[in-house]
């Protein structure tokens, strides 16, 4: 088995977060990872306009993924623009 690329394992972590936003009528795409490894995302549905998307983006997602793939430098939501 191939080993995964860091994208891949971005993207598998992502999917693994997207239940806990849509609890709440939200949710997060991938976009892209920049060669600087930085993750894009866009928040969606009730995550776009909330107020506390940006709390979300950083305490759930960015801290999420920068557990487990230190590489990451930040996640910022292509929309909002954090």
Do not use: W
Not at 5 to 19: D, H, M, Y
Not at 67 to 75: G, M
């Amino acid at each position: 088995m191939e080993n995964p690329t860091l994208e891949q394992k971005v993207r598998s972590i992502i999917t693994q977060i997207r239940p806990y936003l849509q609890q709440d009528g939200g949710d997060i795409e991938f976009v892209e990872l920049t060669p600087d490894n930085i993750v894009k995302v866009k928040l969606q549905g009730a995550c776009g306009a909330c107020p506390h998307a940006k709390m979300t983006l950083k305490n759930g997602v960015e801290q999420t993924l920068k557990q487990y793939l230190p590489e990451v430098n930040r996640v910022e939501d292509i929309i909002l623009g954090f």
